[in-house]
């Protein structure tokens, strides 16, 4: 067992973790975080532009919790795999590599993982060079490399919900933010390639949040980026090194056949596996993320100092996850003045 004092052990280090660290480290409290890969920020950390804020994911996880903070200490490649009740009531995490940790209280910040876009074989990802996911066109933004830079006019089509309210795959939640990032992506890839053309493949648009009617206005306006409502449910190579799809416009109730260079899948938001404390498995919601103690108790879970932050109990924007993740810390604060 290894105890170095802490208040809180936070599993996780994406935006939902480092804002409770912040915000738990500014009322003085010890934090001790877990993060299963080698550097922190999660997924938000390897998307080149966040959308309101205008900067990369990896500068806003870096404005959150700076790297040095007395009162936090972070502990990379360290998989959480349960937690257990000690006899004092405090916490034990252990991890994978056999070592356990323990604390007064557990914020669970474990974030979502990302819907496997080669179970919709039709789409050709991990087929086809030129299908790529949402996430795989982000990271190569972020390390500066520029696909298809070669290309004169490329062609994008950009597919929304693959891996969202999908019942073939048995899943039925929406991922809440694809939408807004399909159109975001959309205006990115005409500023990158000016002479570019993009179409957006969608079921309904669902733009909810502040400013995200404006990106849909701007994209048609300013970017003179295409929406088609309808399902590609085709795509084939072709000879000259490009993609057939084949789609239906479902609101002019006509076929559709195109040709383009690169197919962008929007994947969704899926939950992983639950943790297991005091030997069962996490109460889950509906849609297998972690299930909370109550509608309205929305950070508490159904064990005595173990919190929840964040994307871990469903789908959620960047606003409303540093939201979250600041009630959480708040509310893991309230236990720990008891």
């Known amino acids: 067992?290894?105890?170095?004092?802490?208040?809180?052990?936070?599993?996780?280090?994406?935006?939902a973790g480092l804002t409770a660290a912040a915000e738990l480290s500014a009322r003085g409290r010890k934090v001790l975080m877990l993060e299963k890969n080698d550097s922190t920020g999660g997924h938000v950390g390897q998307w080149s532009v966040c959308?309101?804020?205008?900067?990369?994911?990896?500068?806003?996880?870096?404005?959150?919790?700076?790297?040095s903070n007395a009162n936090v200490s972070i502990r990379t490649r360290s998989t959480a795999s349960a937690i257990s009740t000690l006899p004092d009531g405090s916490l034990s995490v252990s991890c994978t590599d056999g070592t356990a940790h323990s604390a007064r209280t557990v914020l669970l910040a474990s974030g979502y993982g990302m819907f496997d876009?080669?179970?919709?074989?039709?789409?050709?990802?991990?087929?086809?060079?030129?299908?790529?996911?949402?996430?795989?066109?982000?990271?190569?933004w972020q390390k500066g490399e520029r696909p298809l830079a070669g290309h004169s006019n490329p062609r994008f089509a950009i597919v929304h919900c693959v891996g969202s309210r999908d019942l073939k795959c048995n899943i039925r939640h929406c991922s809440?933010?694809?939408c807004m990032v399909g159109v975001?992506?959309?205006?990115?890839?005409r500023q990158r390639y000016p002479d570019s053309q993009v179409t957006n493949y969608y079921m309904d648009l669902r733009m909810f949040d502040n400013g995200y009617e404006e990106l849909y206005h701007d994209a048609q306006l300013n970017y003179n980026v295409q929406f088609v409502r309808g399902r590609i449910s085709e795509v084939a190579?072709?000879?000259?090194?490009?993609?057939y799809i084949r789609a239906e416009d479902?609101?002019?109730?006509?076929?559709?056949?195109?040709?383009?260079?690169?197919?962008?899948l929007m994947i969704g938001m899926s939950a992983h596996e639950p943790l297991h404390v005091d030997g069962e498995p996490m109460n889950r919601s509906i849609n297998g993320f972690v299930g909370t103690a109550s509608p309205v108790q929305i950070n508490l879970t159904a064990t005595p100092g173990l919190f929840v932050a964040g994307a871990a109990k469903g789908p959620m924007n960047i606003t409303e996850v540093l939201a979250d993740a600041r009630a959480a810390a708040a509310e893991t604060d309230k236990y720990l003045s008891r």
């Open 250 to 264: 479902t609101l002019l109730g006509k076929p559709l056949r195109d040709k383009v260079d690169a197919l962008v």
């Open 184 to 189: 975001k992506m959309a205006t990115e890839i």
């Open 237 to 243: 190579p072709t000879n000259d090194g490009r993609l």
């Open 51 to 67: 959308f309101p804020f205008g900067i990369s994911g990896r500068e806003l996880a870096e404005s959150i919790l700076p790297q």
């Open 1 to 15: 067992m290894n105890s170095n004092h802490n208040d809180t052990i936070i599993i996780g280090t994406g935006i």
């Open 176 to 178: 809440k933010v694809c």
């Open 117 to 140: 876009a080669r179970l919709k074989e039709e789409l050709g990802y991990g087929i086809y060079p030129g299908v790529l996911t949402s996430e795989d066109i982000e990271r190569q």
